[in-house]
Every structure is written in structure tokens, then in C-alpha cells.
């Protein structure tokens, strides 16, 4: 098991690593501040940092070096914006990580929670340093091995969440809704069902007499073939409620996940459009869920794809809490294979209109109160795979404190404390992290289309790798055009938004291009507002993309006498495989669009026939 004095472990001089100023600091705590807030000071001979609790002194201290590192004055206040700030992991007690791309677990192996205290430690000081303070350790696909977490696994969860506890991480665990029927072959798991509550109840019981801090259950229910209320002829509120209403006298809460769709469905209907599903399902029941039941909702209506609308459940709902899933493993982004900063990609997410008013980023904090992040490290020597992924967790964890902060602001601290202060090496990895999802973007499926993925893997290009498939992800490419008409003359997904935005997005001329294929069908032929034809435009960018990718690979090579070797190594070698990855894109895509129309590049550069 790694620790934190292997070799290589050490060789990198990331921002976690970097040594903590100590002396010369004074420490109080100040009631009058909030909980989790600090003040800072710079006085004569030393320097003062107060904070609303332990906590406060934690993210205060940080934050003290967080400054010095980017050169920022001392003094400052902070709070954080939003409550909840949760890292759930994808991890199986196999060891396996579902949509890791850094090693595997630092949590489980062969079957049970198996770990390096000081590595977990570690971890666990690695998200303080960033502000959260909840984690979810396991994989939201609950096993029949993963639901022994609730039994036979639960004294090593305590000892897991004891040492997040000094850094202020409470724990939660995912549940499979199933597990009377899993763990002690209850003949069924139904939510109304008493003896299935009574279940329940000495399962909690159980837990906060080992965990008094515990913070709740995760559950992905009637998703993906794995079992839910639905299942037993109840509703999600059926299901959610029950286990909400034992959790709530000891405090705790449920995050009810709002991934679900048809999974099962028949390409050849195009009545049903997987983007309306979570809408359709939990706006009915808004206002029926008990208050300490979360809904957790992913920032867009299908999946993680590289762009997306944000999903209109979240400004939707009045009446029921929520929070803001992203995904910070990049699943569908290039798997820390290919750079992609998502900094960029969340103030996006932040940015998008609720109405006619408000922008997301308005809610964060007030009626969005958790903010979720799917994780992105693993046992790997840089726990990312790739050490600029780490900007990725980074800047989860900013935004999670304080949302209105940007992409830019938040790479300006990352890099110094990174790869330190040389202002050639700040500003050329700046550049590139900053036009990172904008080139993968541009090589893949640009205007919002997305998937065209490879089918499981989601790496690499497979125009129909989805196309006849029951998944529900199309775009029905043909000779002459291609996309889904999803306006209120088509799936009438727009009108899930506010009617400002369903006015935007039904009308082509006003619906943002980048999004165009994801609202409209539309023809090869459609002028684009730059004058070029949407095929055109297609074309272009995959070519655009590549030629990115080879401009960072020069930029990155000409930081080579500044950076360390391993560093150096690490990145040159993803982005030599990022180029072979954009190359097939390009050809695959342009060749794919090529052989639908006839229509040759303008510019007369190749395309396979
Ligand atoms: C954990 C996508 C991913 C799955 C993931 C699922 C989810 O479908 O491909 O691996 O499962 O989302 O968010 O539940």
C-alpha cells in the first residue's frame, strides 16, 4: 500500500504537498464568525487567523496559504456559500473505480474497506484544503457486496469516517433501496411495508451508535436496472420519505438521485426523449418530499456530455431541496487522457439562465444548498492520472465554497501552488487549461450534439455507437440532416424551462449555436451566423481541434527546462495520446458526414472517403 513517504508519491510538488506556514500564526476561535468561516490578519509580529469554529480554523489556514501562493493580500475574511459541499466516489469493494481514470481505490480492495491510514489522511487533508465537508465512499451501483457497508463493513466505515472526522468530513454511504432483500432475504424491500421500515430502523440505529455524526444515505433508485420504489408500486417520494423520516432524528439526510430515464428504450420511438425524463417524474412530486430529503440533480438533462443545457428540474422545483451533481472524473471528457479543465465548463453550468432574471449561480447557497462533485482521484502516484486533472478537483472545490468565483481565478492559485511562481510556466498552462474543453469540444461532438462515443468505454469516436441502442441518446443522422427537433413544435423538452427560455431556445435565430444541435434538427445546409454552412462549420472545428492539440503539445514542450521531469513526462505523454485521439475524431466524424453528403471540405483538405 502506498504511503505518504514513497518516492514517488513525493515527486511532485502539488498543492496539497506544499508545507503549511505554523509559526508566526496565532489561532482563535471567534464565536461571532460563522461556523465554517475564518478572518485573517496580517499584525506586527505575527499573523492572526480566527475562525467560527475549528472548522473555520481549518479552511482559515488553507486559505492563508492559498494567498501567499497566488500573492493576494493577507488580510481577508471567508464563508463559505454553500452548506453542503459532498464528494461521492464511484469506488466498489473490488477495488475497481467506476469511471476512475487515476488507479484504483484508495478505500477498498478484495472485497472490504482495506486502506493506508496516512494515505486516507492524506485524502482526507487534500478536501479540507479545498472546503468540503461530506464524502460518499462508495459506488452509487450498490453491489450485494457493496450493501454489506450497512453491516458487516460498517465497523471499518467508522473507522474511515473518524479520520475525516478532524477535518471536518462527515461521511454518507450509498445504499442499494434493495438491501432487506439483499442482506437478510426479506421477501420485499417496499417502502410501506413496516417490517421493511423496522429494517431500516435498527440499520440506522446501528449506524449512529458508531457514527454520531453520520450524514446520510445516497440512493440511486429506479435507474439503470437497479431497484426502486417504482419497482414495488410506490413513488419516489414513497420511497425517499421513508428512509428520510428515520434518518431525521439523529440528523441525517437522504440524497435521492434524479438519474432516471428509460433505459429500455426503442430507438424507433421518437415520442419519447430522454432529456424530459427526471423533469416528468419528479415535478409531480414536488412539495411531497420531507425536508430533510435532497434531490440530487446532474447539471444537465442527459448526461455529462460536454455540453448541455442545464436541466431545467433545477430551477424548476419550488417546494423540495436540491443539489447540483457534476461530474468531476471525466468520463465523457477525455478521461484524464486529454487536457479538459472544467473550471470553465461549471461557470458555464453557474452562468445559465433560470428565467428571465436569475442565473443559477443565484440560487447556489440559497435555494440550492449541496453542491455533489463525482470524484476524480484514485491510488495513482498524482492521485489524478493526469497532474492537470488535479486543477479539475481544485476547482470543484472552489466553486463549491464560493461560486462566483472564475475558471481564471481559480487556475491563478492552482498553478503557483502547483508548479510555483515562474511566470512563463503560470501563464502558458493557463492557456492551455483555459481553451482545453472548447478544443476537446471542437474535435468531438461541437453545437451540443454529444455522445458519439464509443459504447461503454466513452472514449473515442463512434458516430452510431448509440444510434440503434435502447439507451435513449440519439441524433438521428441522415443524408441531409441531423439532430433532434426538441422545441414546443417537437419532443417540447423547451418547455420545461421558464417560458423566457423556451422562447430562446425554440427560436433558432436566438438559441446560443453552441447549442443549436441540441435543441434543432436542422440541414447541413443551415447558414451558420459566421456565413458557413453547418457542415462547414463541422468540419472547421474538427480540424481546428487537432491543430490545438498539437499547439499545446509545443507550448507544453517549451516548459520543459522549468517543470519537473515527472510532471513533465506525465502530461507529454496524455497529450501525445490526446493527439492520436483528436486525429481519429477528426477523420472518423468528417469521413462519417462526408460519406452521408458528398460534400467535400471547402478548404480541400483530406477527408477519408
Ligand atoms: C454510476 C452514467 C455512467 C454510469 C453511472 C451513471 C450514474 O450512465 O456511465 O457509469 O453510474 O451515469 O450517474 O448513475
Given at each position: 500500500?502506498?504511503?505518504?513517504?514513497?518516492?514517488?508519491?513525493?515527486?511532485?510538488?502539488?498543492?496539497?504537498q506544499?508545507?503549511?506556514?505554523?509559526?508566526g500564526?496565532?489561532?482563535?476561535i471567534?464565536?461571532?464568525?460563522?461556523?465554517?468561516?475564518?478572518?485573517i490578519?496580517?499584525?506586527?509580529n505575527?499573523i492572526?487567523?480566527?475562525?467560527?469554529?475549528?472548522?473555520?480554523?481549518?479552511?482559515?489556514?488553507?486559505?492563508?496559504?492559498?494567498?501567499?501562493?497566488?500573492?493576494?493580500?493577507?488580510?481577508?475574511?471567508?464563508?463559505?456559500?454553500?452548506?453542503?459541499?459532498?464528494?461521492n466516489?464511484?469506488?466498489?469493494?473490488?477495488?475497481?473505480?467506476?469511471?476512475?481514470?487515476?488507479?484504483?481505490s484508495?478505500?477498498?480492495?478484495?472485497?472490504?474497506?482495506?486502506?493506508?491510514?496516512?494515505?486516507?489522511?492524506?485524502?482526507?487533508?487534500?478536501?479540507?484544503?479545498?472546503?468540503?465537508?461530506?464524502?460518499?465512499?462508495?459506488?452509487?451501483?450498490?453491489?450485494?457486496?457493496?450493501?454489506?457497508?450497512?453491516?458487516?463493513m460498517?465497523?471499518?466505515?467508522?473507522?474511515?469516517?473518524?479520520?475525516?472526522r478532524?477535518w471536518?468530513?462527515?461521511?454518507s454511504?450509498a445504499?442499494?433501496?434493495?438491501?432487506p432483500?439483499?442482506?437478510?432475504?426479506?421477501?420485499?424491500?417496499?417502502?410501506?411495508?413496516?417490517?421493511?421500515?423496522?429494517?431500516?430502523?435498527?440499520?440506522?440505529?446501528?449506524?449512529?451508535?458508531m457514527?454520531?455524526?453520520?450524514?446520510?444515505?445516497?440512493?440511486?433508485?429506479?435507474?439503470?436496472f437497479?431497484?426502486?420504489?417504482?419497482?414495488?408500486?410506490?413513488?419516489?417520494?414513497d420511497?425517499?420519505?421513508?428512509?428520510a423520516?428515520?434518518l431525521?432524528?439523529?440528523?441525517?439526510?437522504?440524497y435521492?438521485?434524479?438519474?432516471?430515464?428509460d433505459?429500455?428504450?426503442?430507438?424507433?420511438?421518437?415520442?419519447?426523449?430522454?432529456?424530459?425524463a427526471?423533469?416528468?417524474?419528479?415535478?409531480?412530486q414536488?412539495?411531497?418530499?420531507?425536508?430533510?430529503?435532497?434531490?440530487?440533480?446532474?447539471?444537465?438533462?442527459?448526461d455529462?456530455?460536454?455540453?448541455?443545457?442545464?436541466?431545467?428540474?433545477?430551477?424548476?422545483?419550488?417546494?423540495?431541496?436540491?443539489?447540483?451533481?457534476?461530474?468531476?472524473t471525466?468520463?465523457?471528457?477525455?478521461?484524464?487522457?486529454?487536457?479538459?479543465?472544467?473550471?470553465?465548463q461549471?461557470?458555464?453550468?453557474?452562468?445559465f439562465?433560470?428565467?428571465?432574471?436569475?442565473?443559477?449561480?443565484d440560487?447556489?447557497?440559497?435555494?440550492?444548498?449541496?453542491?455533489?462533485?463525482i470524484?476524480?482521484?484514485g491510488?495513482?502516484?498524482?492521485?489524478?492520472?493526469?497532474?492537470?486533472?488535479?486543477?479539475?478537483?481544485?476547482?470543484?472545490?472552489?466553486?463549491?465554497?464560493?461560486?462566483?468565483?472564475?475558471?481564471?481565478?481559480?487556475?491563478?492559485?492552482?498553478?503557483p501552488?502547483?508548479?510555483?511562481?515562474?511566470?512563463?510556466v503560470?501563464e502558458?498552462i493557463?492557456?492551455?487549461?483555459?481553451?482545453?474543453?472548447?478544443?476537446?469540444?471542437?474535435?468531438?461532438t461541437?453545437?451540443?450534439?454529444g455522445w458519439?462515443?464509443?459504447v461503454?468505454s466513452?472514449?473515442?469516436?463512434?458516430?452510431?455507437?448509440?444510434?440503434?441502442?435502447?439507451?435513449?441518446?440519439?441524433?438521428?443522422?441522415?443524408?441531409?440532416?441531423?439532430?433532434?427537433?426538441?422545441?414546443?413544435?417537437?419532443?417540447?423538452?423547451?418547455?420545461?424551462?421558464?417560458?423566457?427560455?423556451?422562447?430562446m431556445?425554440?427560436?433558432?435565430?436566438?438559441?446560443p449555436?453552441k447549442?443549436?444541435?441540441?435543441?434543432?434538427r436542422?440541414?447541413?445546409?443551415?447558414?451558420?451566423?459566421n456565413?458557413?454552412?453547418?457542415?462547414q462549420?463541422?468540419y472547421?472545428?474538427?480540424?481546428?481541434?487537432?491543430?490545438?492539440v498539437?499547439?499545446?503539445?509545443?507550448?507544453?514542450?517549451?516548459?520543459?527546462?522549468?517543470?519537473?521531469k515527472?510532471?513533465?513526462?506525465?502530461v507529454?505523454?496524455?497529450?501525445?495520446?490526446?493527439?492520436?485521439?483528436?486525429?481519429?475524431?477528426?477523420?472518423?466524424?468528417?469521413?462519417?458526414?462526408?460519406?452521408?453528403?458528398?460534400?467535400?471540405?471547402?478548404?480541400?483538405?483530406?477527408?477519408?472517403?
Amino acid at each position: 500500500m502506498r504511503t505518504l513517504n514513497d518516492s514517488m508519491y513525493n515527486s511532485y510538488k502539488c498543492w496539497l504537498q506544499t508545507s503549511l506556514p505554523e509559526e508566526g500564526i496565532l489561532k482563535t476561535i471567534n464565536p461571532l464568525l460563522p461556523k465554517e468561516g475564518y478572518r485573517i490578519r496580517q499584525l506586527n509580529n505575527h499573523i492572526s487567523i480566527e475562525g467560527g469554529s475549528n472548522a473555520g480554523l481549518i479552511y482559515g489556514t488553507f486559505a492563508l496559504h492559498r494567498r501567499l501562493a497566488a500573492g493576494h493580500d493577507i488580510d481577508c475574511e471567508g464563508a463559505p456559500r454553500i452548506a453542503r459541499r459532498v464528494i461521492n466516489h464511484w469506488d466498489n469493494p473490488d477495488g475497481s473505480i467506476e469511471r476512475g481514470y487515476a488507479g484504483k481505490s484508495i478505500f477498498f480492495k478484495n472485497g472490504e474497506l482495506n486502506y493506508s491510514i496516512e494515505q486516507v489522511n492524506d485524502y482526507a487533508r487534500l478536501l479540507a484544503s479545498i472546503g468540503i465537508n461530506e464524502i460518499t465512499i462508495n459506488n452509487v451501483n450498490v453491489s450485494a457486496e457493496g450493501a454489506k457497508l450497512l453491516t458487516d463493513m460498517l465497523p471499518d466505515v467508522k473507522k474511515i469516517a473518524d479520520i475525516f472526522r478532524p477535518w471536518n468530513i462527515r461521511i454518507s454511504l450509498a445504499i442499494n433501496f434493495e438491501s432487506p432483500v439483499l442482506l437478510d432475504g426479506m421477501p420485499t424491500a417496499d417502502p410501506l411495508d413496516p417490517n421493511v421500515r423496522l429494517w431500516w430502523e435498527k440499520r440506522v440505529e446501528e449506524i449512529y451508535s458508531m457514527i454520531p455524526d453520520f450524514s446520510g444515505f445516497l440512493v440511486k433508485a429506479d435507474s439503470e436496472f437497479i431497484g426502486g420504489p417504482v419497482a414495488h408500486g410506490r413513488t419516489e417520494a414513497d420511497g425517499a420519505n421513508m428512509l428520510a423520516r428515520i434518518l431525521a432524528p439523529f440528523g441525517g439526510v437522504v440524497y435521492w438521485r434524479c438519474f432516471i430515464y428509460d433505459c429500455l428504450q426503442d430507438w424507433r420511438d421518437s415520442t419519447i426523449d430522454r432529456p424530459k425524463a427526471a423533469y416528468e417524474i419528479f415535478m409531480p412530486q414536488d412539495g411531497l418530499f420531507e425536508p430533510n430529503v435532497i434531490l440530487q440533480i446532474k447539471n444537465g438533462p442527459c448526461d455529462f456530455q460536454v455540453r448541455e443545457p442545464n436541466s431545467p428540474l433545477l430551477g424548476a422545483l419550488k417546494k423540495t431541496n436540491r443539489a447540483l451533481e457534476l461530474q468531476i472524473t471525466q468520463e465523457y471528457t477525455g478521461q484524464q487522457i486529454d487536457l479538459y479543465y472544467l473550471g470553465t465548463q461549471w461557470e458555464e453550468v453557474f452562468s445559465f439562465p433560470v428565467d428571465d432574471k436569475l442565473v443559477l449561480r443565484d440560487l447556489m447557497g440559497k435555494k440550492i444548498n449541496c453542491i455533489v462533485g463525482i470524484s476524480n482521484i484514485g491510488n495513482d502516484e498524482n492521485w489524478t492520472g493526469n497532474i492537470l486533472a488535479q486543477a479539475n478537483l481544485y476547482a470543484f472545490g472552489r466553486l463549491a465554497w464560493d461560486p462566483s468565483l472564475t475558471a481564471g481565478e481559480i487556475l491563478k492559485e492552482w498553478i503557483p501552488m502547483t508548479f510555483g511562481g515562474n511566470t512563463e510556466v503560470i501563464e502558458k498552462i493557463y492557456e492551455i487549461l483555459m481553451r482545453s474543453r472548447e478544443t476537446y469540444e471542437k474535435y468531438t461532438t461541437p453545437m451540443g450534439l454529444g455522445w458519439m462515443v464509443n459504447v461503454h468505454s466513452h472514449y473515442g469516436p463512434s458516430p452510431e455507437g448509440y444510434e440503434y441502442s435502447k439507451w435513449g441518446t440519439y441524433h438521428r443522422a441522415n443524408y441531409k440532416a441531423i439532430g433532434i427537433d426538441r422545441t414546443s413544435k417537437g419532443t417540447k423538452f423547451t418547455l420545461q424551462y421558464h417560458p423566457s427560455l423556451t422562447a430562446m431556445f425554440d427560436d433558432i435565430n436566438k438559441c446560443p449555436e453552441k447549442l443549436l444541435l441540441f435543441f434543432h434538427r436542422l440541414n447541413y445546409s443551415h447558414v451558420m451566423k459566421n456565413g458557413k454552412t453547418l457542415l462547414q462549420h463541422y468540419y472547421d472545428l474538427h480540424f481546428e481541434g487537432v491543430e490545438d492539440v498539437e499547439e499545446f503539445i509545443e507550448i507544453w514542450k517549451s516548459l520543459e527546462p522549468h517543470l519537473p521531469k515527472k510532471a513533465y513526462d506525465n502530461v507529454l505523454e496524455r497529450l501525445k495520446l490526446q493527439l492520436k485521439n483528436a486525429i481519429e475524431w477528426r477523420d472518423v466524424l468528417n469521413t462519417y458526414f462526408y460519406r452521408f453528403t458528398g460534400i467535400p471540405d471547402a478548404k480541400g483538405r483530406k477527408i477519408y472517403e
